[in-house]
């Protein structure tokens, strides 16, 4: 009987061994996370370029008098996501009812390279020797992106929502910070508010600098009239975009107040180049949307 017993038992232990040995059931993969209040679509620019655009913007309700005022981010696949939800969870207070509509590219990746082309000049000839080693990529596309942000996709948002013509901004970062100070040089009265956060000031030789003096000339003469408001913004600790730099624009650009342009600097003593868009967000949502 002993024995019988015994033999059950390491049967019965074999058994229990091999049930947990096997691999548990297959079950179905969780299905992504989708923030609330968004919508994606995929559209070409006139040149057949293909963007993603990302759109945070209030659900229901009355849109508010003269309609929703706008927030264009850039590099919309790695910021937009922040933006949405500071957006989402601040709708009444202190943001307010607005949209935000990140542009980037098709794919799962933060950044594209593409973003080079859109962003910046044509490199200069010979590359200087910082660039040469993105001498292989495309670059100079900057004028006909600013076209198509500021004809095609604005057009195409003000079809799908209410949206006030008078209160847009733009937000960039990096190249992106870049192209928002290209923005303000070469269309002054195209946004309502510009963000350059680290703007990659000495990229190409700092070539930006012409474009800066070309606008200054102008401002200076009388013959832009109403200007963005510009918001600058660096980390301290930033390594990839000099904090000093951004200073110094920004003294530069206060001599022309009083031709109308307004200028604030935002300084984060503890942030790195990567580390600034996130630590922004709440304050470029109040630049950009509050009423002047």
Request: aromatic content about 10%; proline content about 8%.
């Amino acid at each position: 009987m002993r024995t019988i017993c015994l033999g059950a038992a390491i049967a019965a232990l074999l058994f229990a061994a091999s049930a947990w040995a096997q691999p548990a059931p297959a079950t179905a993969p969780a299905a992504p996370y989708v923030m609330p209040s968004t919508q994606v679509w995929d559209m070409a620019s006139d040149s057949g370029e293909m963007y993603r655009i990302f759109v945070s913007a209030p659900v229901g309700g009355e849109p508010p008098r003269g309609g929703y005022p706008v927030l264009y981010v850039l590099d919309g696949n790695a910021y937009f996501g922040a933006f949405a939800q500071a957006r989402w969870v601040q709708e009444y207070l202190p943001v307010g009812k607005a949209i935000v509509v990140g542009v980037g590219y098709p794919g799962d990746k933060a950044w594209d390279v593409r973003r080079m082309n859109d962003y910046t000049a044509q490199l200069r000839e010979p590359p200087p020797p910082e660039t040469r080693a993105y001498a292989k990529y495309q670059s100079g596309a900057r004028k006909p992106f600013l076209d198509f942000m500021t004809g095609k996709l604005r057009a195409e948002i003000a079809q799908r929502y209410a949206v006030n013509p008078d209160r847009q901004s733009l937000f960039g970062h990096s190249f992106g910070g870049l192209f928002a100070l290209y923005a303000l040089y070469e269309r002054p009265q195209a946004f309502q508010a510009i963000v350059a956060a680290s703007p990659s000031m000495e990229w190409n030789a700092q070539s930006i600098l012409d474009d800066e003096r070309a606008f200054s000339d102008k401002m200076a003469a009388g013959k832009v009239g109403q200007t963005s408001r510009l918001l600058l913004i660096a980390g301290d600790r930033d390594t990839a975009g000099d904090p000093e730099s951004v200073r110094l624009l920004a003294d530069r650009l206060e001599r022309l107040s009083g031709r109308g342009l307004r200028v604030r600097l935002q300084r984060y003593p503890n942030e790195t180049h990567a580390s600034v868009p996130g630590q922004s967000v709440n304050d470029v949502l109040r630049f950009a949307f509050e009423q002047r």
